[in-house]
């Protein structure tokens, strides 16, 4: 029985398949067969146009199907593309779609400047951006046609399923410069994805019957609207109000709506972003997350509001958005490629499918990145390449373009196992002037994603999420922070210690756990913060006390200073020689012509090639951590922590003295060998390496060492000591603290207080009459009694001190 159903089932989808098809190509007036030259003998063929226009339907689909046939790579410009002789001359879309019945993928990416490119098609692009709504329809139709010609043994389900995604339009609309004139027409935007809704079933074909004769019948979506049956159609019935509609008969797509800002970037001076609605359909669904900068094509609608949703009465007044055809997402520099799931070109920035379409690293840049992967000066060279315009600071680049490539992220297989994040948070400590900021801004614009704050604008929804009303579906729903919106990629938080305490109270979380935890207006979730956080501070006297530990010197609270992998303190030092190269390099920046590179000066590798490096390693490499690696960081983290021994335990070679001994400072904690750990691999990541090797575990641990030489070294002893980051006190703190306590206890200790009146009174005092004399005075107020018996400590109150 089930078999039956199923070939009744798919007889009914083949018929109604053929009854659209027949419909629309009764419309563009195709006479085929016998019956259609009988009919060309005794009447002319109607010519169906685009209602208001010349643009004759007939037209659009040849030109279509001849584009779709006969385009080659020679067609655009050379400058455009890099391909030899042969494919040159290839037809690009037969493939593509061959490559869509092979990884069943079922959307085509087309380059709009493709079809301005190709001659007999030219005044297709012009109908396509000015009747959308009409000609967006056909192309899918033509597809259609010709994946069925192709692969005449796929499933006639799937023709209706095939759908054309334009992108690349000539010219890219500001968000702010859409206007009536741009209604029903079709536009590009660039802008970041700031909120995503659920996904909503859209209701697209439906199913109804009638409740007394059991006749029924399907209405297709028109124009946004299913207009229901109100009367029976069997002549037999014809009854009113008796129809309802059968939900699991009826069809629905996936909906989503999404809002879309400004980028800072293009934002006029004095002016805040502006943002649009979004909405996506069938495979574009989830396509873009909160924080991905994106292009959008789509057509620009709008519709009436409504005074009351239970009435027709609508306002003069529209609501505008674009109803999305194709999402491309874009990297700050064009250079970071995310997959993405449908076919297309990657030479010409379209989303590539997976086991579909073309790679989105060339084999000519992967092997130009093998290459590079081999200099040994490659750090060098990228950290000279990382933000040039900085004199100096050779270490604070090495750790921020750790920061950038970043470990690898594990869930360990035993249960229980807790997930270790492989993101690198830097600090940036120091005097004023020091290129702290333009640090921040040089890697806010090589990340792949990310947010650029300051720590004084900031609050803790702002970095978190914060609840507000949807103005669409008037619900409340959560709209994302700066460390939400910057996951997998970095946020840049300048004036980091202006935060107010509550500010920084939400960072211990998502610094460590890297989630974010939500308890509003009754929604309770948990948001992932995936990001790598690079903060930079200010003294709190404005510059740095070389006598003062880094604890006194800035605000913060040891306890958010801890969670820093690396803490780098820049200083301003005043030194001849330093400040003469200092001066010159920035003189030379203000030359139009810089003076010529020394012969042993290392080349520079350009923004574009960085990120691309970057984005390549990132994407493709994993490194795993190999024994000899594994050796490496054991050694290290040991000879780390055997720098904190006290001299008399060092001197000691006796075991039991050993055990004896005070335990010292601490250098090095379980933190310092995971953040070890994260930045081998980052290293090994650089050199595109699918193993972390001891070579990676040395620099991991130079830069440890230098970070903590700077940050953790106690200016009264000059040793490194942990605590100061971890507690905000020092070994030799601890020690003068233990002294004044055990002095303070002395002075208020029972004894203490008995021998004093014994010193002066001529005859002793019986302990007795100076318990009961310690009993009336705390019964009177006077003193406060801690603890019981001969230990007891007794404090003056400060009331009785003042009488």
């Not at 084999?363 to 992967?373: D, G, I, K, N, T």
Request: hydrophobic share 40%; net charge negative.
């Amino acid at each position: 029985m089930g078999s039956q159903r199923d070939r009744a089932a798919s007889r009914r989808h083949r018929h109604e398949l053929g009854i659209r098809s027949q419909t629309l190509s009764s419309e563009l007036g195709d006479g085929e067969g016998a019956g259609g030259e009988e009919a060309e003998g005794t009447r002319p063929a109607e010519i169906r146009t685009i209602w208001g226009t010349t643009v004759q339907l007939r037209e659009v689909t040849n030109m279509f199907r001849d584009f779709l046939q006969h385009f080659t790579p020679s067609h655009r410009p050379p400058e455009t593309h890099s391909l030899n002789e042969a494919e040159m001359h290839e037809p690009v879309y037969p493939a593509l779609i061959r490559k869509m019945h092979e990884a069943e993928i079922y959307q085509l990416n087309v380059d709009a400047q493709n079809i301005s490119a190709y001659p007999p098609a030219q005044g297709l692009y012009k109908q396509l951006v000015n009747y959308p709504q009409e000609v967006v329809p056909l192309l899918d139709y033509v597809l259609a046609g010709l994946y069925m010609e192709q692969h005449p043994d796929a499933d006639m389900d799937l023709a209706g399923e095939l759908r054309v995604r334009v992108y690349n339009l000539s010219s890219t609309t500001n968000m702010r410069d859409l206007n009536p004139d741009d209604m029903d027409k079709l536009v590009s935007v660039r802008g970041m994805l700031i909120r995503t809704s659920a996904v909503i079933p859209d209701m697209k074909r439906g199913f109804f019957r009638c409740m007394q004769c059991e006749w029924t019948t399907t209405v297709e979506i028109d124009k946004g609207v299913i207009n229901e049956p109100r009367q029976c159609g069997n002549s037999a019935c014809l009854q009113k109000d008796v129809i309802e509609l059968v939900h699991n008969r009826s069809i629905f797509e996936d909906k989503q709506l999404s809002r879309l800002q400004e980028t800072p970037e293009v934002i006029p001076d004095g002016q805040t972003p502006h943002t649009v609605t979004v909405v996506t359909h069938h495979e574009l669904v989830d396509v873009g997350k909160p924080g991905d900068r994106v292009e959008i094509t789509g057509i620009y609608r709008g519709e009436p509001v409504r005074t009351n949703p239970r009435t027709r009465t609508v306002q003069a007044i529209y609501r505008t958005y674009i109803d999305v055809v194709h999402i491309r997402r874009l990297g700050r520099s064009r250079a970071v490629v995310d997959q993405a799931r449908d076919a297309g070109e990657g030479d010409s920035g379209g989303a590539d499918g997976a086991g579909g379409g073309t790679q989105a690293f060339t084999a000519s840049e992967e092997a130009e990145f093998r290459r590079w992967a081999r200099d040994p000066r490659l750090f060098a060279i990228m950290a000279r390449s990382l933000a040039p315009s900085i004199y100096e600071m050779e270490d604070v680049k090495r750790g921020v373009l750790l920061q950038l490539f970043g470990g690898v992220r594990k869930q360990f297989a035993r249960a229980g196992a807790p997930r270790a994040r492989g993101d690198i948070n830097v600090l940036l400590v120091g005097d004023p002037g020091v290129s702290k900021s333009q640090m921040l801004s040089a890697v806010h614009g090589l990340a792949p994603r990310g947010i650029y704050t300051s720590g004084k604008g900031s609050s803790a929804v702002g970095l978190t999420a914060y609840v507000t009303r949807d103005p669409d579906t008037r619900q409340l729903v959560l709209e994302s922070g700066a460390l939400v919106l910057s996951d997998d990629g970095v946020c840049c938080i300048d004036e980091f210690d202006k935060m107010s305490d509550s500010t920084r109270s939400v960072l211990h979380e998502a610094m460590e756990q890297q989630t974010i935890s939500v308890a509003k207006a009754g929604i309770i979730a948990s948001l992932n913060a995936r990001c790598s956080i690079l903060a930079a501070a200010n003294p709190v006297d404005s510059t740095w006390n070389r006598a003062l530990s880094i604890v006194e010197n800035i605000n913060l609270p040891p306890t958010l200073v801890s969670r820093f992998d690396l803490v780098f303190i820049v200083l301003d030092s005043v030194d001849e020689a330093m400040d003469r190269r200092l001066a010159r390099h920035i003189v030379g920046l203000y030359v139009d012509e810089p003076p010529a590179p020394a012969a042993d000066e290392l080349p520079l590798m350009s923004p574009e090639r960085l990120t691309r490096y970057i984005a390549y390693a990132r994407r493709h490499v994993h490194p795993v951590i190999s024994d000899a690696a594994a050796d490496a960081l054991t050694h290290a983290y040991v000879d780390l922590r055997r720098m904190g021994r006290d001299s008399t335990a060092a001197a000691s070679t006796s075991a039991a003295v050993h055990a004896a001994a005070p335990s010292g400072r601490v250098t090095a904690t379980a933190r310092q060998l995971e953040s070890m750990i994260r930045m081998s691999e980052a290293h090994a990541k650089m050199r595109l390496s699918d193993s972390v090797d001891p070579v990676d575990v040395q620099e991991a641990s130079r830069l440890m060492r230098e970070a903590l030489r700077e940050s953790a070294t106690d200016p009264r002893t000059g040793l490194i000591d942990l605590d100061l980051l971890n507690t905000g006190f020092a070994a030799s703190d601890r020690r003068q603290l233990d002294a004044i306590k055990r002095e303070t206890r002395s002075l208020a200790s029972y004894h203490s207080w008995l021998e004093r009146l014994n010193d002066q009174s001529y005859a002793p005092v019986p302990p007795r009459l100076f318990d009961q004399v310690i009993r009336e005075l705390s019964t009177e107020g006077i003193v406060s009694l801690v603890g019981s018996g001969r230990n007891m400590v007794i404090v003056v109150k400060q009331s009785a001190l003042a009488d």
